[in-house]
């Protein structure tokens, strides 16, 4: 593994642990030794410009030559590595023209471990040596391995490769995306074979080879089911460039995950699979009551007149035999043989749909053809993909399908109050007499076991309202004080302190005081231009004003502007740059920067406001906490004075962030008793819940519910019995999960009626601050927490990626402390504790 780059490339090295990635885009392409269809020679700028031209994040190429006399003893993955700015790893298939053949993979991130296999033949073929390559990344602190294959031509080399394929993907633990020139069209047996370990998008897929004149679709990007815990392919594309290659790319973006926000399982209560409706048994708040329905062309009856049945299942028959035939669609919607739903939300609020998973059971004579379509009028219904075709009777416990993105259809998205959208399965391809057909099935005994999810984002779209201000009038500040508390935090954010980086300072060289009153001031400790290319002087130095917003527990926010006013001198910072950060560390840009020409007025001047709501992450935003820091500069490191200000009566706010803050326990029902609080606090040992009553009657006990991330399952941890009086309660929780941990109280009355109080939540992530690292006596010591008893992995590596340490470690539940032996090559490492494989890394420099 080697980097070729330039500054940009050096500083993302050092800091690998923290690269976030909104989306991740993953190309694969066959770049034919850089040889175009027009010519014999390479033309590597070509195929850079199509690289470059998509942006993707990382690169599976094929059919790469190095230092080959065809290449003209290029060495061409270094090279497309340099045009690229991207790190990359080549792994040799076979010797060639006094070079090496073979494939090689681009990453923007760097690369941690990078593996080659050597895939099987089949003796007494004829064939080509081919390889599998595998580089080991991480992205968002998650480790995520990249596969790169180019398979045999020959049929029967093709089946055994991919059967080698799935064996390697099965002893990969994590999300694992494996792309190539598979030779393999998507309905073909190697495909079959490789979908027991991967998930390929589409089955229609476009055709890639040859580029000029496409004909195969043999050029895929398939991925394990580890990959869509968290993210969800929201656009899979051919890109048209026949020019540079004889094959066209292909890339896939995978984006976040939206988080369910309607489901159905079926095991609890169990279902008999022949109910005529279901409501759905989760719903997130904000949305309507939706039910699952059948459409008049499915019945629960055979032809006999025998009931079907399914436990854990919702089961249908079908009136009409059809066929398998795509045209065979037709008579599905034309007999309304569909399974339906509706989805609505409430007023205030605005959804947006991004996917569909769901698992079908069918026995022999079931239907084979599963076909979604959507309706916004109730009477139009549009085609949302094409459908997916079953060849035989699944297992008894059903299969999942593929999962069906909503993110490209404009009319699912901002969905408001008053659109009701439909949504219907048709189903055909089946008999009338014996064949059943269902959505299923739920395991048994769990709740935690959906069948039919529908995913998107729920926003409220009250008009948003001051939620976070600082006012310096009154009491008046001097504006040289180390920090200052926020005047003024909705119910739902703690209060937030506003402070300015190492970079600013409240003191001239001379000594005198840099104070604008009724204000926050500073001075900068080095010298830039307003030139926009001086931002980096600022972000170097950090140069910078901040504050952080946190929303509490039992809380939801969405954030839309921020509106601030600013003073300067002549000398003052013109250039003002607005970034954010989910961890603390890795900064985004919300807005260009804003320069100013002049000195402003003594009161300063109201600033272009900055509009968050298009920035997703800082949306729907549950105890969570936004770091927000204000760039500036184009100052003078002598004279020049900077300032948030003025503040020129009590109600004028010289900083101030608009948005919409909503109790989630406002939501829900209450308890009986009366409830003064309920609260969940991290601690040591896990957490800590803490509630007290004003009164009770009639209380028998609290049953004390964890639910995890999902929302959707509880867990019942323990009952406490109540005493019928005003009471303070205490329950420690020491098995909480890693991440965010829900809880809410059940309330049982002596008659046994039962109310639920409002869910609080609480994150048990491991984070960096958990995390301290000492340099001491050639020593590195690691002082951090671990909510319980467990193992832990230590790796230690090198400012090139590579792995110097990896040890194995046993914890106790609680403080931990260990040291490992200091490397004896001075400069920047990365360490990196791992532990029930949550990652948190930090930098170290070795003096």
């Known amino acids: 593994m080697k980097s070729f780059g330039h500054l940009l490339a050096f500083m993302l090295l050092l800091s690998w642990q923290v690269v976030e990635a909104a989306d991740i885009k993953v190309m694969t392409y066959n770049i034919h030794a850089g040889v175009p269809p027009s010519s014999t020679s390479p033309n590597l700028l070509g195929i850079a410009a199509v690289i470059?031209?998509?942006?993707?994040?990382?690169?599976?190429?094929?059919?790469?030559?190095?230092?080959?006399?065809?290449?003209?003893?290029?060495d061409q993955a270094a090279y497309l590595a340099t045009a690229t700015g991207m790190n990359y790893y080549f792994a040799k298939a076979l010797n060639f023209q006094g070079g090496e053949y073979g494939i090689a993979i681009l990453s923007k991130y760097p690369i941690i471990e990078t593996f080659r296999y050597e895939l099987p033949m089949v003796d007494g073929v004829s064939g080509e040596r081919r390889v599998l390559a595998i580089v080991k990344v991480l992205i968002n602190g998650q480790t995520t391995w990249f596969g790169n294959t180019h398979f045999d031509i020959v049929e029967v080399h093709k089946q055994v490769q991919a059967a080698k394929a799935v064996e390697i993907a099965q002893g990969i633990t994590g999300p694992f995306i494996l792309a190539g020139d598979f030779n393999v069209r998507p309905t073909t047996q190697p495909m079959v074979t490789l979908r027991e370990a991967f998930n390929l998008p589409c089955i229609n897929c476009q055709y890639t080879a040859s580029s000029t004149n496409p004909t195969h679709a043999i050029d895929h990007v398939i991925y394990n089911d580890q990959v869509l815990q968290n993210r969800f392919v929201s656009k899979y594309e051919v890109i048209n460039q026949p020019t540079a290659s004889d094959h066209l790319p292909v890339m896939a973006t995978f984006s976040d995950r939206s988080p369910e926000v309607l489901s159905w399982q079926f095991a609890t209560p169990s279902t008999n699979g022949r109910e005529a409706s279901i409501d759905a048994t989760f719903k997130e708040v904000g949305l309507n009551t939706s039910t699952l329905v059948r459409g008049n062309g499915l019945r629960t009856q055979n032809d006999g007149g025998a009931n079907m049945g399914l436990a854990n299942g919702f089961v249908s028959g079908t009136g009409i035999p059809s066929s398998t035939a795509l045209a065979d669609t037709a008579i599905a919607v034309a007999n309304d043989m569909y399974f339906g739903f509706d989805v609505s939300v409430k007023e205030g609020y605005e959804l947006t749909l991004n996917h569909i998973k769901y698992k079908v059971r069918i026995s022999g004579g079931g239907a084979k053809t599963w076909y979604w379509k959507y309706s916004v009028d109730g009477t139009a219904f549009h085609k949302i993909a094409e459908p997916e075709i079953l060849t035989a009777a699944t297992v008894d416990a059903g299969v999942w399908q593929p999962e069906v993105s909503l993110a490209n259809i404009n009319a699912l998205k901002n969905i408001a109050h008053g659109t009701t959208v439909k949504f219907r399965l048709y189903v055909s391809g089946s008999n009338t007499t014996s064949g059943t057909t269902a959505l299923g099935r739920s395991a048994t005994g769990t709740s935690d076991d959906p069948i039919l999810m529908l995913g998107g984002t729920i926003e409220n779209v009250a008009t948003p309202t001051k939620i976070l201000s600082w006012n310096f009038f009154s009491p008046a500040t001097a504006g040289n004080e180390t920090s200052l508390t926020s005047s003024f935090a909705n119910a739902g954010l703690n209060t937030a302190t506003l402070s300015r980086g190492a970079g600013l300072r409240t003191v001239t060289n001379a000594g005198a005081d840099i104070a604008i009153d009724r204000g926050f001031s500073a001075g900068a400790t080095v010298s830039s231009s307003a030139n926009l290319a001086d931002t980096t002087i600022a972000k170097t130095n950090n140069m910078y004003f901040a504050f952080n917003l946190n929303v509490k527990s039992g809380y939801r926010a969405w954030l839309r502007k921020i509106a601030y006013k600013v003073r300067i001198s002549a000398g003052g910072s013109k250039t003002w740059y607005w970034t954010y950060s989910l961890n603390g560390t890795t900064f985004h840009k919300i807005t260009d920067p804003v320069t100013l020409t002049a000195a402003?007025?003594?009161?300063?001047?109201?600033?272009?406001?900055?509009?968050?709501?298009?920035?997703?992450?800082?949306?729907?935003?549950?105890?969570?906490?936004?770091?927000?820091?204000l760039y500036v500069s184009g100052s003078n490191a002598s004279t020049g004075t900077t300032a948030i200000a003025r503040s020129s009566n009590a109600t004028d706010d010289a900083l101030q962030i608009f948005g919409v803050v909503e109790d989630l326990g406002t939501n829900l029902d209450v308890l009986p008793v009366t409830l003064l609080d309920f609260k969940a606090q991290r601690q040591n040992e896990g957490v800590k819940l803490n509630w007290e009553t004003a009164s009770e009657v009639n209380n028998d006990y609290f049953e004390?519910?964890?639910?995890?991330?999902?929302?959707?399952?509880?867990v019942a941890l323990t009952t406490i019995k109540g005493r019928n009086q005003a009471a303070n309660y205490t329950y420690h929780d020491k098995s909480a999960d890693f991440g965010n941990n829900y809880y809410q109280l059940k309330q049982v009355d002596f008659n046994g009626d039962v109310t639920l109080s409002k869910v609080v939540s609480v994150n048990n992530q491991l984070s960096k601050n958990d995390l301290k690292v000492y340099i001491k006596e050639n020593q590195i010591r690691l002082e951090f927490l671990s909510p319980l008893s467990t193992t832990a992995n230590v790796a230690l590596f090198n400012i090139s990626g590579q792995k110097q340490l990896n040890q194995n470690i046993n914890l106790l539940e609680g403080v931990n402390s260990i040291s490992i032996a200091q490397p004896s090559v001075k400069g920047i490492y990365i360490i990196s504790l791992t532990i029930q494989g949550k990652n948190t890394a930090q930098k170290i420099n070795i003096p």
């Open 52 to 74: 470059n031209a998509a942006s993707p994040d990382l690169v599976a190429l094929q059919e790469v030559d190095k230092n080959t006399t065809r290449s003209g003893g290029v």
């Open 704 to 714: 004390i519910l964890r639910y995890t991330d999902n929302k959707k399952s509880a």
């Open 600 to 629: 402003t007025a003594g009161e300063g001047v109201l600033m272009p406001e900055v509009s968050l709501k298009d920035i997703q992450v800082l949306q729907n935003l549950e105890s969570k906490t936004i770091h927000f820091r």
